[in-house]
């Protein structure tokens, strides 16, 4: 169940511990955006906003140009046609953060019909964007008389199961514990790792260290697990026009177990110098590349 929650001003001594991130966008697609919106005119145009997949600072490095109908208020793009750009763009390690779309030579704002459009279209996004909340003390702990926990950067965590000898006759197994634990510090903070060795297995988080002894008769596994039940997602919706203004909104998604909501905030485009950003060849079909303007 998806559902809107209308925006707000807030008091500035209100604002909330976690603001809109911005828009992080490179100067080249802001302007071939821009560009496409005046060859469009007097029609709008829209497209698709996407980052490499590896692209860790979450900048949008390329902007591509749907097969829309078009008018002079309204560009709207067949469902079916932005599902199998967006399958092309995945297919060649792209990541589709969101639309952009032109107001041609109105304001570039966000108008209801557009608040519409993006929470329809954007949530079918927001898999590849989700993120996990990192937990503030990546620490090895032991959780159980058989089980450990090692928290990992993106917010999920390597747990660790004893399982002791099969019981004779039964689909089943004899309770393990840990032989023993033993903890020490570091003076300075260390990545994860995990490291099984001489009837050991040793974790490293942060400052801690663990030495887990493992009972002979027993085996260990392990699995990822979700560190926390809560996932977010961003993406964005930027309007662009001839006179070169921009505005851009945030769909926030947020994912608890299952459960699903979102929340639409204007949001700060923080331009980036990327100059080898802009458009890439993508083949035939709707999905066209929007490319620099030549003398740009």
Excluded at 224 to 247: D, I, Q
Aim: charged content about 20%.
């Amino acid at each position: 169940m998806i559902k809107l929650l209308k925006r707000t001003s807030l008091p500035q001594e209100s604002q909330p511990r976690n603001p809109v991130p911005p828009l992080r966008v490179a100067q080249r697609v802001l302007t071939v955006t821009c560009d496409r919106a005046r060859n469009a005119a007097p029609d709008e145009c829209m497209g698709l906003l996407a980052s490499c997949r590896y692209e860790r600072s979450g900048v949008i490095t390329h902007a591509f140009l749907l097969k829309a109908e078009a008018s002079l208020a309204r560009a709207v793009a067949d469902p079916q046609g932005i599902a199998e750009a967006v399958a092309r763009l995945r297919q060649r390690g792209m990541v589709p953060r969101g639309f952009w779309h032109s107001h041609v030579d109105f304001s570039a704002h966000h108008s209801s019909v557009d608040d519409s459009t993006m929470t329809r279209l954007l949530p079918g996004m927001a898999e590849e964007n989700f993120v996990r909340p990192a937990s503030l003390y990546r620490v090895p702990t032991v959780t159980a008389s058989d089980e450990a926990l090692l928290p990992l950067p993106d917010g999920t965590a390597l747990a660790f199961t004893l399982v002791g000898p099969p019981i004779p006759g039964l689909d089943a197994h004899e309770k393990a514990r840990w032989g023993s634990v033993t903890t020490w510090f570091r003076h300075q903070a260390v990545s994860p790792q995990a490291i099984q060795r001489d009837g050991h297995l040793y974790l490293s988080g942060g400052p801690v260290v663990l030495a887990i002894g493992l009972p002979a008769e027993a085996t260990l596994h392990s699995h990822v697990v979700e560190a926390s039940p809560l996932r977010v997602a961003t993406m964005f919706s930027l309007v662009v026009n001839v006179r070169g203004e921009t505005y851009c909104e945030a769909l926030t998604v947020h994912d608890v177990n299952g459960r699903t909501f979102t929340e639409m905030d204007p949001c700060a485009i923080e331009v980036v110098d990327r100059p080898e950003a802009s458009g890439q060849a993508t083949g035939k079909g709707h999905l066209q590349t929007v490319e620099p303007v030549p003398g740009r």
